[in-house]
């Protein structure tokens, strides 16, 4: 079994589409979509959701005024400033530590579990799909990643399939980390710009950092060739393999209002583009 | 005044509007809270005066007067302290994980032999200068560190209230979107009309409606897609403040790190528009 991820640093590089194109190429695979901050990847391959769990994670600290004797500690404790001067706990702000309710000494303050999402298993017509959706505000994605990340290998494992293909989170923090333990290979999508190539080379760090062997695609490569050159010999003395170039065609954000996959109904030298890139990495 | 600038996913166009509103105003001061993938200073070119390491403190044990007794390991909300218990091997001790610890500082507080004392753990910099006649500050999170909030805050505690204040949120929904949008009062969300822009556009409206925070909308690339976005909007009585079509100059402009509004400055007044619309609102 392979695990590949897809990730860019920056978003909107195209990483949804390519990682939703590989879901119609690939045979005998699962798809996860752990960009669970801002999931998009259900919108391209329309699932049924067959199964449906809670989040569990993390606390938020509750305050009982009628018990509480108004002696402040917890105000000047909370390092994060979530206890107002009137004594209401912003659970926004409110990290769960737990430090409040420890050195209350009228045990007004409690914990509570917080639900922080849902996780879904689910099926398309490309076959199964494990998704997530965290709540509104809410903190642990990184958790979240890593929960959907474990059912996922543990599914693969059990079902033999042969690949798990994941839509990782944009950014170099926590859940890019817990997305990229144990891939085989992370898929770096970037775009010929300035700050393209930077968000890259920072994710491609951590890549190094987590020893995750990396494969590199240009998006968009003729919106600034000189900088796709640049791309190029980076990747060339960083000793990164890029993997393909997909061209600059405005058929892709054509598929993307379809709500289909472009390798289904973007131009056909896209369409060549993608079929190749997949060719090189599921080896 | 702070205006922030958010989008609920990446590269719609968040940092461009950063930039060319702060560049068609005066008297800025522009924050890059983007830690994890800071890229204003790539457009802005600024000049780097001063550096400053951003820490958070994490606890350090001191085994001569530990006793294994296991509380720092109770307290700890994240699993950053693990406790041997004594036994035959030996007096027993405590493993601390830096990684996973929050620096909130309940281990310390509550060793009962006083055995923690905190130490710095170094997240990442923030650094400040001079850029086209505004003051430039950002943070950059060390590559495997994973607590961006708090290096957030520590940018954000450079505020200077007497200037206009445009802040370059991170992508997302989640913690450090929080962070950084939380002390504004006005917040610009950039999406584009398709799906996925839609899509997190919607979550990211639920985060501001949540955190009470006025805010309007950037539909950037405004042709490429469908008109669901601009319907989304005029349902849920959301002011669209400006629309960019997409244009392959402005594309190729952003590719090379320069600022629409230094080619194209007909763009100044549209941004110079959309600020004093924000004015009014407030
Ligand atoms: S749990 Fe921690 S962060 Fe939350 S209010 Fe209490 S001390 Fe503050
Ligand atoms: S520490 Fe407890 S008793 Fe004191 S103000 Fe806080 S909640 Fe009230
Ligand atoms: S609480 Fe203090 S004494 Fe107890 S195990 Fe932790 S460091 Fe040691
Ligand atoms: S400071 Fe807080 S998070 Fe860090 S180890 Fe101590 S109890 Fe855990």
Redesign the interface.
């Known amino acids: 079994m392979k695990q590949i991820v897809v990730i860019?640093?920056?978003?909107?590089?195209g990483k949804?589409i390519l990682t939703a194109s590989f879901a119609v190429l690939a045979n005998n695979k699962i798809m996860v979509d752990c960009d669970v901050?801002?999931?998009?990847l259900h919108?391209l391959l329309h699932p049924h959701i067959r199964e449906r769990h809670e989040f569990r994670s993390?606390?938020t600290a509750r305050l009982d005024k009628k018990i509480c004797n108004r002696c402040g500690k917890c105000i000047v404790?909370c390092?994060?400033g979530a206890i107002s001067d009137d004594l209401t706990i912003d659970p926004?702000?409110c990290?769960?530590?737990?430090?409040c309710s420890?050195?209350c000494p009228s045990g007004a303050i409690t914990?509570e579990e917080n639900i922080a999402g849902e996780w879904f298993i689910s099926d398309t017509k490309y076959g199964p799909f494990i998704h997530a959706k965290?709540g509104?505000?809410?903190?642990n994605?990184?958790k979240l990643v890593a929960k959907i990340r474990q059912v996922s290998k543990d599914m693969a494992e059990k079902g033999r399939f042969d690949y798990v293909i994941v839509d990782g989170p944009?950014?170099?923090?926590?859940p890019v980390?817990a997305s990229l333990s144990g891939v085989d290979c992370a898929l770096v999508v970037t775009?010929?710009?300035?700050?393209?190539l930077?968000?890259a080379r920072?994710v491609i760090?951590?890549c190094a950092?987590?020893k995750v062997p990396v494969k590199m695609v240009i998006n968009k490569y003729d919106?600034?060739i000189d900088?796709s050159k640049e791309i190029e010999a980076y990747s060339q003395s960083a000793n990164i393999e890029v993997a393909g170039k997909i061209r600059f065609d405005?058929s892709i954000?054509k598929t993307?209002?379809k709500?289909i996959t472009a390798v289904e109904g973007a131009s056909e030298a896209v369409i060549r583009e993608i079929k190749d890139i997949w060719k090189k990495i599921s080896i | 005044m702070i205006i922030s600038v958010a989008s609920g996913k990446g590269g719609t166009g968040k940092t461009t509007i950063a930039v060319n509103l702060a560049l068609s105003l005066s008297n800025v001061q522009f924050l890059d809270c983007d830690v994890e993938e800071p890229n204003a200073h790539i457009f802005l070119k600024p000049e780097i005066r001063e550096k400053f390491l951003a820490f958070i403190p994490v606890p350090e044990v001191d085994e001569a007067k530990c006793n294994a007794c296991g509380k720092c390991r109770e307290v700890c909300a994240y699993h950053a302290i693990a406790v041997i218990p004594p036994g035959d091997s030996g007096k027993g001790s405590v493993l601390v994980f830096p990684h996973l610890c929050h620096g909130c500082g309940a281990c310390s507080l509550l060793c009962p032999q006083k055995a923690i004392k905190e130490v710095n753990k170094e997240i990442g910099v923030v650094e400040i200068g001079q850029a086209r006649g505004m003051q430039f500050i950002h943070g950059k999170l060390n590559v495997g560190e994973i607590m961006s909030p708090p290096l957030i805050r520590q940018v954000e505690d450079r505020i200077d209230s007497d200037k206009t204040v445009i802040i370059d949120a991170p992508p997302g929904t989640s913690c450090p979107v929080i962070a950084a949008v939380k002390k504004s009062d006005y917040c610009i969300l950039v999406t584009e009309p398709t799906p996925f822009g839609l899509n997190d556009l919607v979550l990211a409206v639920e985060v501001l409606r949540k955190m009470k925070i006025l805010f309007g909308v950037v539909i950037n690339r405004s042709d490429i897609g469908d008109d669901k976005v601009e319907r989304f909007c005029q349902d849920n009585k959301i002011p669209i403040l400006m629309r960019i079509p997409f244009d392959k100059e402005i594309a190729l402009l952003y590719s090379r790190g320069i600022p629409i509004v230094q080619e194209k400055t007909e763009y100044k007044d549209r941004f110079r528009n959309m600020f004093n619309k924000i004015k009014e609102r407030l």
């Open positions: 860019s640093g920056k978003g909107g590089t949804t901050d801002a999931a998009d919108l993390g606390k404790l390092r994060f926004i702000s990290e769960g530590c737990g430090l420890h050195v914990m965290l509104i505000a809410e903190e994605s990184g944009p950014g170099i923090g926590c980390i775009e010929p710009t300035l700050s393209g930077h968000d920072r760090e951590v950092y987590f919106l600034n900088i405005s954000p993307l209002v709500g």
